[in-house]
């Protein structure tokens, strides 16, 4: 039975344990590791646990979601239980981790939309469209790490849904247009095709988090993804949109990069 003195809560370890969910013999293991050890004994010797003892375990437990080990727990709760800097530091840990599981929540949704868009193409989608589909994220987070992945995460979250759609829709248009000028051959160094260019690399830049480490890791990656997996990813990419051949993303990427160098080489008088 949960004791009173004074305005002071006791916990039995039972009490304890099923109020907080962790086990018993997982209480015992921190009372002799010293991570969480019951403020006071009975005259009998059974274990009763404060106030104080409940924050700590919180404690314990936040740190073990965020992956630290148990040494390593031992080192943060060096510092007093009661100090609130402390506290409100580990709350804001766990409120961006939280971030961070609704961000990964986010990445899972739009897999799953893109498969399920399959079902909506037809009565009985060819099983190799869901491999193919399968094989590409497998592929995908072999280039791009979870670091990574976290972060292209949390940028789409910070930009929101509607932001999301209006880049979406923005890129749609930009694809038909350099498209458009491929198959007319447009030369290179014709402003209306710069136009476009500048219109592509400011959409890519604005998807970008700032922050330079991050940006340059994931553009990294992004360029090694396409270079090797270029055919697999136009293919994938002409299933979702009707008018685009699976020929068309690498001419249109080829036509950018030069596109690119004439200006380069125009601005540096070359």
Do not use: C
Not at 149 to 174: H, I, N, P, S, T
């Amino acid at each position: 039975m949960t004791e009173n003195d004074g305005d002071e809560r006791r916990w039995t370890i039972g009490e304890l344990a099923k109020a907080t969910g962790v086990t018993i013999r997982t209480l015992y293991h921190y009372d002799e590791i010293g991570l969480v050890q019951a403020g006071e004994r009975t005259a009998s010797g059974h274990r009763r646990y404060t106030g104080a003892d409940l924050r700590q375990l919180y404690r314990v437990r936040a740190l073990r979601g965020l992956g630290l080990s148990l040494e390593e727990i031992a080192n943060v709760l060096a510092r007093p239980v009661d100090d609130l800097t402390a506290m409100r530091g580990l709350l804001a840990a766990q409120l961006a981790e939280l971030d961070l599981q609704v961000a990964r929540i986010g990445q899972l949704k739009q897999r799953l939309g893109g498969l399920a868009g399959l079902l909506d193409q037809s009565v009985m989608p060819d099983p190799e469209q869901f491999m193919t589909t399968l094989e590409m994220i497998s592929v995908y987070e072999s280039y791009f790490g979870q670091e990574v992945r976290d972060d292209l995460a949390k940028r789409r979250m910070q930009l929101g849904e509607d932001a999301m759609e209006r880049f979406r829709a923005e890129w749609l248009v930009l694809l038909r247009e350099a498209r458009e000028h491929v198959l007319a051959d447009t030369p290179v160094d014709d402003p209306r095709v710069r136009e476009v260019a500048t219109r592509w690399e400011a959409l890519a830049t604005a998807l970008q988090s700032g922050d330079q480490q991050v940006d340059q890791r994931a553009q990294a990656a992004g360029m090694a993804f396409w270079r090797d997996n270029s055919a697999g990813i136009s293919e994938e990419i002409s299933r979702q949109i009707d008018w685009l051949d699976a020929g068309d993303l690498p001419a249109i990427m080829s036509y950018f990069e030069r596109v690119r160098k004439a200006r380069d080489e125009h601005e540096s008088g070359g």
